[in-house]
């Protein structure tokens, strides 16, 4: 029941969107949205088509870096981007004057390509080489350490079992009373 009912929705709306005449002036302006390429994007330095969607708008204009390129009624533009960071914005339009401001959208050109180029190591030798660690077991500054540490854990768990062990007897006898 639930399916059909998204189904008859989804119907409706799309009969409401091919109506022409008086229905277009009941449409609803939207602003744009579904950028291509995604906000935020990094693309190559080549030929890029722009694509965006808008619901009954009768044209469109396109500002790149806040500046009008082009006013049509198509969703796409070509052009290729410069290196660095382009804004784009796409405003959503009809003939009696109705306009929506989309949001700006951004991409990055990469100038080398999809992966950013390394950092190329200094020439010459470092100031600072840090010492690789290593641990000698046969050293005496070594086993002395160690060997306090494994004798007091060692009593100290001998400790707390014999304290848990009298604890519980103290209880077992108490229970007798």
């Not at 020439?123 to 010492?131: D, H, K, N, Q, Y």
Request: charged share 15%; with cysteine.
């Amino acid at each position: 029941m639930r399916t059909l009912s998204i189904v008859g929705v989804l119907l409706l709306f799309s009969m409401l969107l091919t109506q022409v005449g008086s229905a277009q002036t009941d449409c609803l302006l939207g602003t744009p949205f579904a950028p291509m390429p995604v906000d935020h994007a990094v693309v190559l330095p080549a030929e890029l088509t722009l694509h965006w969607q808008a619901t009954c708008a009768e044209s469109y204009e396109l500002r790149i870096n806040k500046t009008l390129v082009v006013t049509t009624a198509q969703t796409e533009f070509k052009l290729t981007p410069v290196a660095g960071e382009t804004n784009w914005q796409v405003t959503a339009l009809r003939s009696d004057g109705t306009r929506a401001n989309g949001i700006v959208w951004y991409f990055v050109t990469d100038a080398d390509g999809w992966l950013a180029t390394p950092i190329p190591q200094p020439e010459g030798t470092r100031l600072f080489v840090p010492p690789v660690p290593s641990v000698d077991f046969s050293s005496p500054s070594l086993l002395l350490p160690l060997a306090c540490a494994t004798i007091c854990g060692s009593i100290m768990l001998i400790g707390g079992i014999a304290w848990l062990l009298g604890v519980r007897a103290q209880q077992r006898e108490e229970r007798r009373r």
